[in-house]
């Protein structure tokens, strides 16, 4: 069956319209069906339904197609029946399908009737009784042959295991040139099974495995017939019959090339989905194969969305075994293993990972920080925030001054904390900063801001509006302010103003009918102003075709939509932000973010020797330190205690002091607070000296009297302060 690409997808469904409007002419006074022969009452209506959508009587369409799915238990009868139809139609099933279910009043049925036809698919193949009949009818007459070939080709590649059985078995030798021949015919569909099978170790067979890829061709099987031509464990024929086939598909020119690097090379495609092999989307599962000299061709089932890793692994593994000092074939293999394990959905596992195998992380971090910088700067490249974010957790527990920047990738984890994503960035900086760098490095002022923005985190994304109209986005930020936290301004420099006092920035909303000289300012300082260095822009404009469009194509972080409503709003930016790679911020991750960054700030600023300046994170553990968790005010407290500075010591005594402080918190701070002065000494005024004298001379808890004592005694006060305690107590 034909698969349409994204491509001649658009084209067709763009192309659709112009179609209906004349069918709809045409049909204007034919509501019955075109006469197409039908032998059932399933073919029947299923002839109807595609009749009544191609005219587009969208009503009696979806009539038609409830009396198709009332055989939702026979999918291969539904599958035979649709493809009869589009058969006799002359039309291709797959793609009409595609189009009609884009069409709102059709989607709701076109996609439950793909549902059943995909398990048909699935169930026809998967019959072996039928696979062998079809097998030894290749030996009949054309005709005979004609038909077997075209059922072989329904089963696809589950075919070829039995045929290579049959091809093994000396008992058989009469299916053998029929089995060739119709190997040949499947062509790209036996090339997944085929390929395992070059593993096998009879060379007879195996010389007939290697006659067929030559014949197919197809660059994937390239690789696997070098390896053979290059095998000196195999025999003389075999070599020189890869060689041949290499030739005959007209690679020959390949032969004194590493087969490592063409293993590379074609895991490369795997991993982006441009190999001539590739998992079928429609079907629930994707075929593994692997060769077993006793049992023959094995296969194990995952899930479709990770068999391109899976096979990207095992062509590194090649390249690994042929070349072991390959170390891209070792970063390819991570990544891919990344990908696979960030691909799975929940409740899915991968088959072909053996029981307790580690996750990716562990082969990651025993692999070592050059090859996890390696996958962080494919996954930045890539725009994948999922393994990026994978990659960077790896690296914090194996990072240090002494590899952060090792390998050949450039500093990944500099350039991870200009991501677009907020997670990545924490994760970078939080990886940095666990390092406690002793040298200084490019992208090191980026650490601590990142660090208080994690700080700050309450889980609500940033969003800045620019629009014409305040009305407009007066509408907008009443629309979501429980989703987000929306600020604006209807001209650019006055947003940047309402920026400068958020911590980031993530998504910004701006009109096309702004001056184009503003807009063009936005896009500049966005580039060197950190809190909108990773904001992904949405620009309101009135049709795709805008000038604007073409910054689409480069840059991920530009997006184009249409909408006017507040409303339709979310969806755009929901769009957005997955273009550009965010992931999704709750108020419990927020939280976490939120006690990490406190405890590496206190890391940070008990560890003389690192550059990293934490006046940055003032504000922001200040604000904290108002704040209603008291774990986060108590970590918050020790950082600010260690702070050389007066507003931070000023800071830990309001709180303190504050009615609304629990009594051990008060104590934990007027803790913080002798800390600060044993380092720093007295940076308090006169007006919070005498508040905290009060305390020490009058608070009903004696604990917190004592504490407050203690702080009080580290601040080293003149003579005159400490003789009026003494003074005060005084009975004489």
């Known amino acids: ?43 029947q209506s299923a002839d109807d339904f595609w009749h009544y959508s191609k005219v587009a009587r969208y009503d009696l369409a979806n009539q038609a197609a409830n009396q198709v799915l009332k055989s939702a238990n026979k999918p291969a009868a539904v599958l035979a029946a649709f493809e009869k139809i589009s058969t006799d139609r002359n039309d291709d099933l797959d793609e009409w399908l595609l189009r009609w279910q884009q069409i709102p009043e059709l989607k709701k049925s ?48 589950m075919a070829v295991p039995i045929m290579i059985d049959y091809l093994r078995d000396p008992g058989k030798k009469q299916y053998y040139a029929g089995i060739q021949r119709a190997i040949r015919q499947l062509g790209r569909e036996a090339l997944n099974p085929l390929l395992a099978a070059t593993e096998m170790k009879d060379p007879g067979t195996q010389i007939m495995v290697i006659d067929a890829l030559g014949d197919i061709g197809y660059d994937v099987t390239v690789p696997y017939l070098l390896r053979l031509a290059h095998d000196s464990d195999a025999s003389d024929a075999v070599r020189m019959a890869a060689r041949q086939a290499l030739t005959n598909m007209g690679a020959g020119n390949v032969l004194k090339n590493s087969p490592a690097q063409m293993f590379y090379d074609l895991g490369e495609k795997f991993y982006y989905n441009t190999a001539a092999i590739s998992a079928d989307m429609r079907l629930p599962v994707a075929d593994v194969w692997y060769w077993d000299e006793a049992k023959g061709l094995t296969r194990i089932e995952v899930p479709p969305q990770i068999y391109n890793f899976i096979m990207a692994m095992r062509e590194s593994e090649y390249a690994l075994k042929l070349d072991p000092s ?21 409740g899915q596992t991968d088959p072909t990972r053996a029981p307790q195998q580690p996750d990716a992380n562990y082969y990651g971090v025993a692999a070592g920080a050059q090859y996890v910088n390696a996958v962080l700067a494919r996954a930045l490249h890539d725009h994948n925030s999922a ?315 004696l604990k917190v009297r004592t504490a407050a004592a203690q702080a009080r005694g580290a601040l080293n006060l003149p003579v005159d302060q400490a003789r009026t305690l003494i003074l005060q107590q005084s009975r004489t």
């Not at 069918?23 to 059932?40: G, I, Y």
């Not at 090191?444 to 986005?473: C, T, W, Y």
Request: hydrophobic share 45%; glycine share 6%; with cysteine.
């Open 1 to 43: 069956m034909k698969r349409l690409g994204g491509l001649a997808l658009s084209l067709a469904i763009a192309s659709f319209g112009t179609f209906t409007l004349s069918a709809r002419a045409q049909d204007a006074a034919s509501p019955a069906p075109a006469a197409v022969q039908s032998n059932s009452p399933l073919e």
């Open 110 to 157: 076109v996609t439950s009737i793909v549902q059943i036809l995909n398990k048909g698919r699935y169930e026809r193949r998967e019959n072996v009784g039928a696979i062998q009949h079809n097998i030894e009818r290749l030996n009949g007459n054309e005709r005979a042959y004609s038909l077997a070939i075209q059922r072989l080709r329904d089963s696809g590649e």
């Open 326 to 346: 390959m170390q891209q074939a070792l970063n390819l293999w991570l990544a891919a293993n990344y990908n696979r394990e960030a691909s799975l959905r929940p």
């Open 387 to 701: 393994v990026a974010l994978r990659a960077v957790r790896s690296l914090s527990v194996i990072l240090g001054s002494s590899n952060m920047f090792s390998g050949n990738s450039g500093q990944p984890i500099v350039d991870a904390m200009n991501y677009s994503d907020r997670q990545i960035r924490f994760e970078a900086a939080m990886a940095v900063a666990a390092s406690l760098p002793q040298k200084p490095f490019e992208g090191q002022e980026r650490v601590v801001p990142l660090l208080a923005e994690a700080l700050a985190q309450s889980g609500k994304p940033n969003v800045l509006v620019i629009l014409p109209s305040q009305n407009d986005i007066n509408r907008i930020a009443s629309q979501f302010n429980k989703q987000y936290s929306v600020v604006g301004a209807t001209s650019v420099d006055a947003a940047l103003n309402e920026a400068a006092g958020l911590s980031s920035v993530d998504v910004v909303i701006l009109s096309e009918d702004l001056p184009a000289a503003d807009i063009q300012k936005l896009f500049e300082v966005s580039r060197r102003t950190p809190q909108l260095t990773s904001a992904a822009k949405v620009i309101v404009t009135h049709s795709p075709a805008s000038p604007y469009a073409e910054l689409t194509l480069s840059d991920p972080m530009v997006s184009l939509t249409q909408v006017s409503q507040p409303s339709d709003f979310a969806s755009a930016i929901t769009a957005a932000r997955q273009r550009a790679g965010a992931t999704e911020m709750n108020a419990s991750l927020a939280g976490n973010y939120a006690e990490r960054s406190a405890r590496l700030l206190g890391e940070l600023a008990m560890s003389r020797g690192q550059i990293l300046n934490l006046a940055p994170a003032e504000s922001a553990l200040l604000g904290q330190l108002a704040g209603p968790r008291a774990d986060l005010v108590r970590s918050c407290g020790h950082v600010l205690a260690l702070m050389n500075s007066a507003t931070a010591q000023a800071g830990l005594l309001d709180r303190a002091v504050a009615d609304n402080t629990p009594t051990d918190l008060k104590i934990a701070l007027y803790d913080d607070l002798a800390t600060s002065a044993k380092f720093w000494g007295n940076l308090l005024n006169a007006d919070a000296v005498d508040s905290l004298q009060k305390v020490v001379a009058s608070a009903p808890d």
